[in-house]
C-alpha cells in the first residue's frame, strides 16, 4: 500500500507556471505506476499525465502535450509535475495517484491510490 500527499497547487495568471509535487509513503515505490489526474468542476476525472516505474516514456494528454512534463525520483519516493504556459482551462484539482501496474497508466480506474488533491487556478 503507498499513501500519497501533493503540495504545490494555487493561484496564477494565464501564461504563468506552477510545480506540482507527490510524496509517497512505502518502500514500494519504484514498482508502481504513478500518474496525475485532474478533476474540473462539473467535469470527470481525467489523466493528465502518466510515468511507468522507471520514468520513461511518459504519456500526456492531448490538451498539455508540450506545456507540462512529469517526472519521478524513487530513490526520494516522489514525483513532480512542472506545469507552464498555463491557461483558464487549466483550472482543476488535480490528484497524484499509485497503480500497481508498472507501466504508465491512462484510465482513471486503473488507479487504487490517490492523494487529497490539490487546486490549482488560473485566472485568465
Known amino acids: 500500500q503507498v499513501q500519497l500527499v501533493e503540495s504545490g497547487g494555487g493561484l496564477v495568471q494565464a501564461g504563468g507556471s506552477l510545480s506540482l509535487s507527490c510524496a509517497a509513503s512505502?518502500?514500494?515505490?519504484?514498482?508502481?505506476?504513478m500518474g496525475w489526474l485532474r478533476q474540473a468542476p462539473g467535469k470527470d476525472r481525467a489523466i493528465v499525465a502518466a510515468?511507468?516505474?522507471?520514468?520513461?516514456?511518459?504519456y500526456y494528454a492531448v490538451s498539455i502535450k508540450g506545456r507540462f512534463t512529469i517526472s519521478r525520483d524513487n530513490a526520494r519516493n516522489t514525483m513532480s509535475l512542472q506545469m507552464n504556459s498555463l491557461k483558464p482551462e487549466d483550472t482543476a484539482v488535480y490528484y497524484c495517484a499509485a497503480s500497481p501496474n508498472s507501466g504508465w497508466v491512462s484510465s482513471p480506474e486503473g488507479y487504487n491510490y490517490w492523494g487529497q488533491g490539490t487546486q490549482v487556478t488560473v485566472s485568465s
Open positions: 512505502g518502500r514500494t515505490f519504484s514498482s508502481y505506476g
Open positions: 510515468i511507468n516505474w522507471d520514468g520513461r516514456n511518459p
